[in-house]
């Protein structure tokens, strides 16, 4: 088709069409402006997402409908002009020869675009791009005053408003701050090559919310270290054990009968034997490797569960690997008439040697 030849549609299809959403538009209008075709107005943009025919569709003609209407007979003063007509004029005074051709070419440039040729010009020793430069290139409007009657007077206003009007598209660039210089090539993209030419990377705002913030994840990440520090030096500190009090008090002497009294073995690992003469206290201690016998009623007699070790009911070994018998521990009667036991002070009966049980404090008499 003849329309789509001279690039009037686009990528746009012809009528009849369906309705296009934004994303669509927005790519036909990125490509219109990458070729530089004309850009969909709003009117076409509203018919588009209707999925009615354009203005200069209707009719069944193809050609667009002009872009402006007949200009009038009196010549329109330059205050009162366009936009789209500013921005297609001759670059105004201040712009290089390159940056003039680069305007010419009707491409318009992003500020990403333009922070890279800062920085090409910042590595190269050129003159970087000055705000009516950059004014030009992104494509903004010269003027931005509103318009006045032409008299002599207000003539020359349009100069003036492109005065006003450069500063704010340079600093819309700039975004605020001092340039930096850098010795060497930053990466293009990063904020050392933003700064490099002349545009200032923004961070966070230094506002008092912003700083409240910083010190509460600060405050969290010192008590957590904190924290893990002193749980790696306690992990070199020696523990403690607690363990019962090895003297104590069992009771009177009429609280135990005849034979082996087991109710202490839990908690203070003794056995209460009375004998028709004596009394004396067995410590629940097998003298092979340390086990705990088990007291058998039924055969009246100890037996270590760890390697049979056998013992009468006196404690005196008599099978196993046991090499002598079992100790026994220090008694008294206390100032209140109980038997005070004392298990830090044992009595032994070495193998081949004379027996210490009958030694003072090692029984009581019955």
Request: aromatic share 8%; hydrophobic share 40%; charged share 20%.
């Amino acid at each position: 088709m003849a329309d789509q030849a001279t690039g009037i549609l686009g990528h746009l299809p012809p009528w009849p069409r369906q309705a296009l959403n934004n994303s669509v538009i927005g790519m036909e209008q990125a490509y219109r402006q990458r070729k530089g075709l004309p850009l969909l107005t709003d009117a076409d943009i509203e018919a588009l997402k209707a999925g009615a025919p354009m203005s200069w569709e209707e009719g069944g003609t193809s050609a667009p409908a002009p872009a402006a209407p007949a200009a009038p007979a009196t010549p329109v003063p330059a205050a009162q002009a366009p936009p789209a007509a500013a921005a297609t004029r001759a670059p105004a005074a201040g712009i290089s020869e390159e940056v003039a051709k680069w305007v010419a070419q009707g491409k318009k440039w992003s500020k990403s675009a333009i922070a890279a040729e800062q920085a090409r010009r910042g590595r190269k020793g050129l003159t970087p791009l000055t705000e009516a430069e950059i004014t030009a290139l992104l494509g903004e409007p010269a003027a931005t005053a509103p318009a006045a009657t032409p008299t002599a007077a207000s003539a020359p206003q349009p100069q003036a408003a492109t005065a006003q009007a450069a500063p704010s598209a340079a600093a819309s660039v700039a975004r605020a701050g001092a340039s930096t210089s850098y010795v060497g090539t930053p990466a293009v993209g990063t904020s050392k090559a933003a700064a490099a030419g002349g545009v200032a990377a923004i961070g966070p705002e230094d506002s008092p919310i912003n700083r409240q913030r910083r010190h509460v994840v600060w405050a969290t990440v010192g008590a957590f270290l904190t924290a893990w520090f002193i749980a790696f030096f306690r992990f070199f500190l020696p523990r403690t054990l607690f363990e019962p009090a090895t003297s104590f008090k069992i009771g009177y002497k009429e609280d135990f009968g005849l034979g082996v009294d087991t109710k202490f073995q839990q908690k203070y690992r003794i056995w209460v034997d009375r004998t028709p003469d004596r009394i004396f206290v067995i410590y629940a201690r097998c003298t092979h490797l340390g086990c705990t016998p088990d007291w058998k009623p039924s055969e009246n007699k100890f037996k270590c569960p760890c390697h049979g070790s056998g013992y009468d009911s006196e404690g005196i070994n008599f099978e196993g690997p046991a090499p002598r018998p079992m100790d026994r521990a220090h008694v008294e009667i206390s100032p209140d008439g109980q038997i005070s036991v004392d298990v830090s002070r044992l009595y032994q009966w070495p193998k081949g040697q004379p027996t210490h049980f009958n030694d003072a404090g090692a029984y009581l008499p019955a």
